[in-house]
């Protein structure tokens, strides 16, 4: 059985000794049982791993480090429109789990969801919370880079530099096959859909038009589901040994 996975904000060296947080704390004595010189697996999200060891109380000794790498040798960005906090929850952990780089979440026209000031540091937060549990989960050592745009144009603007970029539209000729292996970026849009302006912004921002299949998709199933069909394409289900030129660091 895999040892448990545990997130730390700050500096990991093999040998030293580390205090969990309160909250990982109790999810590793009262919800896990471990018990003292139970293994664990420790990482900080900037690559590689620790193997540990429980202590006493929250401490925890590190033993040795392993440079293993699980990301994906496509670069992916997701740019999300902001949706019910449900939905959204949902798409981020999973976008995570599917192996995208960056997640650009912004309110768009049909948005339902509006976040005044003083909730959109407060719902960064959340959102890191689920992308640090959601890398616990499926073995990644590195944390997705997160934004949050003010408006669509800021968020098309983010991925600029992104060679190959994606606006999924229902009505859209070209289908997901036709991408090349390069960093892709993909744009969702909200419950209602991207409207007629936001779709010509995109288009002349250098973003395509791009439906993923037949059926119209919810706006928690496109964005994932293209995520999955690409890593089939381009990424972690291309044939080993192929080139891939989204290997790198991950944007910022």
Known sequence: ???????????????????????????????????????????????????????????????????????????????????????????IEKAVELGVARIIVAPLARSVIRLEHERIERRQAHWRDIIIAACCQCGRNRLPALRFETSFEAALAASADVPQRFVLAPDATMGLASAVCTPTAVAVGPEGG??????????????????????????????????????????????????HPGNGAHPA
């Open 1 to 91: 059985m895999a040892a448990a996975r545990f997130f730390f904000d700050g500096d990991l060296a093999a040998g030293s000794r580390v205090h969990l947080t309160d909250a990982a704390a109790h999810h590793a004595r009262r919800v896990l049982r471990l018990r003292a010189d139970d293994l664990i697996t420790l990482f900080n999200g900037r690559g590689g791993e620790y193997a540990a060891r429980i202590g006493a109380g929250a401490q925890v000794q590190l033993e040795r480090f392993d440079p293993i790498e699980r990301e994906s040798p496509l670069t992916l960005t997701l740019i999300q429109a902001l949706i019910a906090n449900d939905k959204l929850d949902w798409v």
């Open 194 to 243: 991207f409207s007629d302006t936001e779709l010509k912004r995109a288009m002349q921002s250098g973003f395509a038009l791009a439906r993923w299949g037949p059926r119209v998709l919810r706006t928690e199933t496109a964005g994932l589901a293209a995520i999955a069909a690409l890593q089939t394409l381009h990424g972690d289900g291309a044939r080993p040994g192929v080139a």
